[in-house]
């Protein structure tokens, strides 16, 4: 992939938003995200019980990447205080997946959406040609984020989803930024025996 900029988590800003890279001293505000069993219900990993998983997780999932050549992992922060509310990542693999997650207190809001946003359109800057971004079909409020964002609907996969050792159904949504109408990525329909299309509203 040829980006025209590489950068590690540029600052952002919106109408009600700062979104910027967590530091150490984020820890328990981080340890409020990752500790809220609503938030993290439909995640891989379970709630975390300690701040020192907290440190481990900041660490390994966001501090460590900041001296990649092009990271964006943020910190969802409302311009008010600067104190994070939640979190956005796109991955550095070739899926470039789009992740993320509020404190059920901030749900509802549009705040994720925003954030999404304001991000989708610093990669297209960027040079990013597609993102995709996946959810629980038990979670379909995280559907509708997507869609506001402007993704579409793709397919549908069962994955055994570890370390919860659970069956999901996920459904898998794309977004071309370069303007190829007909790109889908079929990583996941690839790796997953059992996938389909369900007939569900765009």
């Known amino acids: ?43 891989p990993w379970f709630p975390l019980e300690t701040y020192e998983q907290a440190r481990d997780f900041l660490m390994q999932n966001y501090l460590s990447r ?18 994070p509310i939640g979190y956005l990542n796109i991955s550095e693999d070739d899926s470039h997946d789009l992740g993320y ?20 359109h610093r990669l297209k800057e960027a040079g990013f040609p597609y993102i995709t971004a996946t959810h629980d079909i038990k979670n379909p409020g995280s559907g509708k984020i997507m869609k506001k964002i402007g993704m579409s609907y793709q397919y549908s996969y069962e994955e055994d989803w570890q370390p919860k050792n659970q069956l999901v159904t996920f459904r898998m949504y794309q977004l071309n930024l370069d303007g190829n109408p ?3 990525y079929l990583k996941y329909w690839n790796e997953h025996p059992n996938h389909f299309i369900e007939n569900i509203s765009v």
């Open 182 to 184: 007909t790109r889908v």
């Open 66 to 83: 900041y001296h990649l050549p092009f990271s964006y992992h943020y910190a969802i922060c409302l311009q008010s205080d600067n104190l």
């Open 1 to 43: 992939m040829n980006l025209k900029i590489l950068e590690n988590t540029p600052k952002l800003e919106t109408d009600r938003l700062l979104l910027r890279p967590f530091t150490e001293k984020d820890l328990p505000d981080f340890f409020l995200i990752m500790s809220d069993q609503e938030a993290n219900r439909f995640l």
């Open 101 to 120: 997650g509020l404190r059920k207190e901030f749900w509802g809001q549009g705040i994720a959406a925003e954030a999404c946003k304001a991000v989708v």
